[in-house]
């Protein structure tokens, strides 16, 4: 644990990485800081230091995969060469590995309705929470956000913990009690040494609703023998937008909670407020960094740059094959052809304009649109569609090169978002820090805030 002039070295040692990170941010705020289906209205690639997509464009698919991974070529623009090693700098937090997780061996009875994927998270977060209970002298734990009760189920069945799950939507709390019930007819010889109880509840970043999750913890456990003498450990699993926040803040007000393991996702579906965010900063040390760069180049944080934030890492960009930037391309190509036209309304009846098949070619992506909006089927908005497309078609060569810089800034854009984080519980003298849990090529989102109070 960390005593108070520890705290105080940690925090400034975040004032330097956050000045670092805003000021690369800033410079580069042009890759990012718009919306992706307008990169042919904007023409983004002219904003691109001159050399740097002709350079990229050369290479093949499989070595454009690998250039977040180092590879280069010497007779690249040197401004090129700077981005490409200055982005891997601020980014090396984020390709560490998980050290002494051992992923947890899901018995049959808990792991049916997962996908692969979730079966990963899992058999590995549970581990990890199961650690930091025991570090913390954890019996009791609330999951924010615990949706089908999957993580839930295992921690309970598998540790013998008492589990209380929050979730906000009614039918997910019902189905999560009919898996409970499922599991245990399917393992009777192995019945739950703890109990797994689950709530349709919305925690929020107000005082009335940290009391009104404490009044919860109260009523459950406040009868159970070990409840005065075992702390209550605090989870989430890709916490959505502000909920990861207002978890942060319960953990650091409840006197219960002894130790917080917190997943993020959708960074852009954090509440906007003015021209930021209500919960982005968070850290007052992040705050002043931002202030100070007034006079040198302002980071505007924008939903654009938290969505990029939120995007799949440079393990899944190294596993794209051809087929795969060829979509990307056609995907980003289309949808722009029908952003440059301002007089062309139509809603969408289906909640993609057009389905993967048919992205081959343009002609087929109209039909499809026609199909599946309210867009009407004329000779002129074909014709128009056409011509554009004609005229633009020498422009999707710079796709995937720009996605490529965009897949450099991913993981410092992430970086500051849950360093931002971490820095706040600091500053309310709780020992935090980050530990990567999952593969990210399975799950991007993979980094969790671990907390322990002094």
Wanted: aromatic share 10%; proline share 2%; glycine share 4%.
């Amino acid at each position: 644990m960390l005593d108070a002039a520890q705290f105080d070295v940690k925090l400034l040692d975040y004032r330097v990485v956050f000045g670092e990170l805003t000021l690369f941010l800033a410079k580069y705020d042009f890759l990012f800081n718009f919306k992706v289906t307008e990169f042919l209205r904007r023409r983004v690639w002219e904003k691109v230091p001159e050399g740097w997509l002709d350079a990229l464009s050369e290479l093949s698919f499989e070595e454009l995969n690998e250039v977040p991974y180092g590879f280069t070529k010497e007779y690249w623009p040197q401004s090129l060469l700077t981005f490409l090693s200055d982005a891997l700098k601020l980014s090396s937090f984020h390709f560490a590995k998980g050290d002494g997780i051992c992923p947890l061996e899901v018995v049959e009875s808990c792991r049916f309705g997962m996908s692969p994927k979730k079966l990963h998270e899992v058999s590995h977060l549970a581990s990890l929470i199961n650690s930091v209970c025991i570090k913390s002298n954890c019996k009791y734990i609330v999951d924010i956000g615990s949706g089908l009760g999957y993580l839930d189920l295992v921690l309970c069945k598998q540790f013998g913990y008492e589990v209380l799950g929050l979730e906000n939507q009614k039918l997910r709390v019902s189905v999560a009690s009919k898996r409970t019930t499922v599991a245990q007819k399917k393992d009777r010889n192995d019945c739950m040494s703890g109990t797994f109880t689950q709530r349709q509840f919305e925690l929020t970043n107000n005082e009335e609703s940290i009391i009104q999750l404490e009044q919860l913890i109260n009523e459950l456990w406040s009868c159970d023998a070990d409840f005065n003498v075992k702390g209550v450990c605090l989870i989430g699993l890709h916490c959505c937008g502000d909920l990861t926040p207002a978890a942060l803040r319960a953990f650091s007000i409840l006197s219960r909670t002894k130790c917080l393991v917190c997943l993020s996702c959708c960074y852009h579906r954090m509440e906007p407020a003015g021209e930021g965010f209500l919960h982005f900063p968070l850290s007052s040390t992040l705050k002043e960094a931002m202030s100070e760069m007034e006079s040198t180049g302002r980071f505007e944080v924008t939903k654009y740059a938290l969505r990029l934030a939120a995007q799949d890492t440079r393990s899944r960009w190294r596993k794209q094959t051809t087929s795969d930037h060829m979509f990307h391309t056609h995907s980003v190509a289309y949808r722009g052809i029908f952003e440059l036209n301002d007089d062309l309304s139509f809603m969408k009846q289906k909640r993609k304009l057009a389905r993967r098949r048919e992205h081959h070619n343009f002609e087929s992506y109209i039909d499809e649109v026609i199909k599946r909006t309210s867009l009407s089927d004329s000779e002129s908005v074909r014709n128009r569609l056409l011509r554009l497309y004609n005229e633009h078609q020498r422009h999707f060569m710079f796709i995937e090169p720009f996605t490529l810089l965009q897949v450099m800034l991913q993981p410092v854009l992430e970086r500051l978002i849950i360093e931002d984080r971490v820095a706040f519980l600091l500053q309310q003298r709780l020992d935090a820090s980050i530990q990567a849990v999952f593969d990210d090529s399975i799950s991007p989102r993979n980094f969790a805030v671990v907390a322990f109070k002094v």
